[in-house]
């Protein structure tokens, strides 16, 4: 009898970075304690008191998101689901926000001792990057819209840099999605835009549309980037996850990018749901062993699953894998 976590499709034979849990999917909608359609794509960070805190992505029956904070002692299982939402779209106030709000991602900012979380705010005029600070999850400043549509994909790096804040997001245009990064005195002002990442073209898996998928994960070797890429099929897109390092004192210099995906759907609770073949992360905890990565991930536009990655092993597979980005795009744009 197959159950859903047998992996369905064969064995490919890579070593995977990215090892699912075997609880997942960890959360349904089945799970919360209001009525909804579906829960998926969770920011993610750790409380102080190590608590694991999700804030969750949930989609009604009118098909508007709005944001729900989980809370469990493990990061797996024995959740603690807010009562009712936490962060509702308020277009009286935020007239962006009239189409809900979705895909958040957040940063502890320690000169702020306050939590930034960035979310795509789907407004008349297509999907938009807005900002809100919170101490505690339960109150929050808005900063409004950020970044005008079309963007999404957005985090803040938890530091300034060279005195600036720094954001990743995506804007979209005729000529493809790709990664930009901007800087702000202020977090309300933004500018210096440049391009950081590209998306390939042709055939690749990561052609036409990337995205930021977590924040960026600090290590002592640079910034590490998981990015989303988005592959158009005649029965639909197809979301997997791709790998790269960026300088940490100049973010946009992209140090290494791999070729392959790392990690795609394969899972049953991946291939089939509302939208087929997704895995979306949008949030991590790192354990206190300073190595171990705890992904949180939309399976599906459905679910919340959960899978685990070493740093270590990330960086090594970089090196025997990844190239520098001037040679990538010399060779394949
Ligand atoms: C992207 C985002 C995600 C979603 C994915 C698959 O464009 O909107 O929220 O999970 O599509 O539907």
């Known amino acids: 009898m197959p159950t859903q976590n047998i992996i369905s499709r064969p064995n490919t034979g890579f070593e995977p970075l990215l090892v699912r849990h075997p609880a997942n999917p960890i959360l349904t909608s089945k799970d919360w304690p209001y009525l909804i359609n ?22 009604d029956r009118r098909g508007l998101s709005h944001l729900c904070a989980a809370r469990s002692a493990n990061g797996v299982d024995g959740w603690q689901i807010d009562s009712e939402p936490t962060l509702m779209p308020s277009p009286k106030d935020y007239p962006e926000e009239i189409w809900g709000i979705e895909d958040p991602r957040i940063t502890f900012v320690p000169e702020l001792q306050q939590y930034v979380v960035t979310y795509t705010s789907y407004s008349r005029g297509g999907p938009g990057v807005s900002l809100a600070l919170t101490k505690d999850f339960r109150t929050f400043e808005r900063y409004g819209v950020i970044m005008p549509p079309d963007d999404k994909d957005s985090a803040l790096l938890p530091r300034r840099i060279n005195g600036y804040w720094a954001l990743i997001h995506r804007p979209a245009t005729n000529l493809g999605a790709h990664m930009w990064i901007s800087y702000s005195p202020d977090l309300r002002h933004w500018g210096s835009h440049r391009l950081m990442l ?45 790998l790269a390092l960026f300088d940490l004192e100049n973010p946009e210099k992209c140090l290494l990018r791999g070729d392959s995906w790392i990690f795609g759907p394969e899972a049953e609770y991946e291939l089939h749901g509302d939208v087929d073949d997704v895995v979306f992360p ?21 679910a919340i699953a959960l899978a685990r990655a070493s740093v270590r092993s990330l960086l090594g597979w970089l090196d025997a894998n990844g190239c520098c980005e001037r040679r990538q795009r010399a060779q394949d744009l």
């Open 282 to 302: 949008c949030g991590y905890t790192m354990d206190a062993d300073g190595d171990t990565l705890n992904i949180y991930y939309g399976a599906a536009d459905c």
């Open 38 to 59: 579906s829960v998926f794509n969770a920011a993610a960070t750790l409380l102080p008191d190590g608590t694991t805190l999700l804030l969750c992505r949930c989609e």
């Open 198 to 242: 590209e998306a390939r073209r042709g055939a690749w898996w990561d052609a036409n549309k990337i995205g930021l998928s977590p924040p960026p994960i600090e290590t002592s070797r640079g910034w590490l980037v998981l990015y989303h890429g988005v592959r158009h099929t005649p029965s639909g897109c197809l979301y997997r996850l791709g």
